[in-house]
């Protein structure tokens, strides 16, 4: 009798799969450069009696939330998550969509995405004195090389556990994509002939190689009684030396191997973080005037807004026959809001308060 009053429970729940959901907000896909989206939420809740949909919803929307402000924070900024209230998280969300729910053995599983209102998470985070980054995502040559300080040896490729390990620990979060080394006697030669002034080595002949603009050397210098990391991170050729020390890390433990490797990790995507620093604080007033003639100009105009991260928002002022007049918060300078447009084709004439698209 109860496993047939569970079945039947189980598809009055498939049959108002979205009727139950509609009791909080309408859900939909549609979502723009306005908002910050979170998908592939996993969520699985036992089938029991007392099964409430929307708590696992509700728990979905608070691993959303977490997911974002991992993504979009310093690590030291991530306590911020603790004590957000549920009600506040509900509150930052635009809109939600389930992309797919099941039930399997009696358990529920269902897969969220969901949609937050960037302006007011900036807002949220700004009341915390948290300046957000810009959630870009970004490929990084990777050139780990474990020098043993004992043996005066080097240990590269596929010698290099680290680099074995490396790309096996990924987390959703993560913003860098790490690309290998491929094994190279050639370049292996290189590095070992550099050995004796390898801190100061810049890798340049390795790194032409692989058409990428940024890269981060660890040297990982190892010894009996601890562990020195130098790492050499270059973007756009601005070139940072950061320097670690670790201790109580026995390399021939996978687990502390693994430890060292996810502190490494926070510390490189922390430094690409803070490098899309966004000054929320700032919020720069920008007039432009556009003509009116011509939708296609004046719809590429808007998409182009939209998808500028520095944009706080943007809307239309008035209209008259011959222009729409936009007012534009910006959250930087006036030089930097030109250096976006020109990049994305549009050139403005800024030799009055209203500015004029070309």
Do not use: C
């Not at 809740?45 to 959303?64: L, M, Q, R, S, T």
């Not at 100061?200 to 990391?229: A, G, P």
């Amino acid at each position: 009798m109860i496993i047939r009053f569970k079945k039947y429970l189980k598809n009055l729940y498939i049959f108002f799969v979205f009727l139950s959901l509609t009791l909080f907000f309408f859900s939909t896909d549609k979502t723009d450069a306005k908002s910050f989206s979170v998908d592939n939420i996993e969520i699985s809740k036992p089938f029991e009696i007392n099964f409430d949909k929307n708590k696992v919803i509700d728990k979905g929307f608070k691993k959303a939330f977490s997911e974002l402000i991992f993504t979009i924070t310093v690590s030291s900024d991530h306590k911020v998550i603790k004590n957000t209230k549920l009600n506040e998280i509900k509150g930052m969300i635009e809109s939600f969509s389930i992309k797919e729910e099941k039930f399997i053995d009696e358990v529920y599983y269902v897969n969220l995405g969901v949609s937050f209102n960037k302006k007011k998470i900036f807002k949220y985070l700004e009341n915390k004195n948290i300046f957000p980054s810009i959630p870009q995502r970004k490929k990084f040559l990777f050139i780990p090389i474990i020098i043993d300080e004992d043996k005066e040896n080097l240990l590269v490729f596929s010698e290099n556990e680290l680099s074995n390990e490396w790309n096996k620990s990924n987390k959703s979060h993560h913003l860098i994509d790490y690309v290998l080394p491929a094994e190279d006697l050639e370049d292996f030669n290189l590095i070992k002939k550099n050995y004796d002034l390898i801190e100061q080595y810049d890798f340049k002949e390795i790194i032409n190689k692989y058409n990428l603009n940024d890269s981060i050397i660890s040297l990982i210098f190892r010894n009996k009684k601890n562990i020195r990391i130098l790492s050499r991170i270059t973007v756009n050729d601005n070139v940072v030396l950061k320097n670690l020390s670790f201790s109580d890390i026995d390399f021939d433990n996978l687990e502390k191997r693994n430890e060292l490797i996810d502190n490494l990790k926070i510390i490189y995507e922390d430094y690409w973080k803070n490098f899309n620093k966004i000054n929320t604080s700032i919020k720069l007033p920008i007039y432009i005037k556009v003509k009116g003639d011509n939708n296609l100009k004046v719809s590429n105009f808007e998409k182009t807004l939209s998808n500028i991260n520095l944009i706080y928002d943007y809307f239309i002022l008035k209209f008259d026959k011959n222009f729409i007049f936009y007012q534009i918060i910006f959250n930087g300078t006036p030089n930097n809001f030109l250096k976006f447009m020109k990049k994305n084709n549009f050139n403005l004439n800024t030799q009055n308060k209203i500015w004029v698209l070309k």
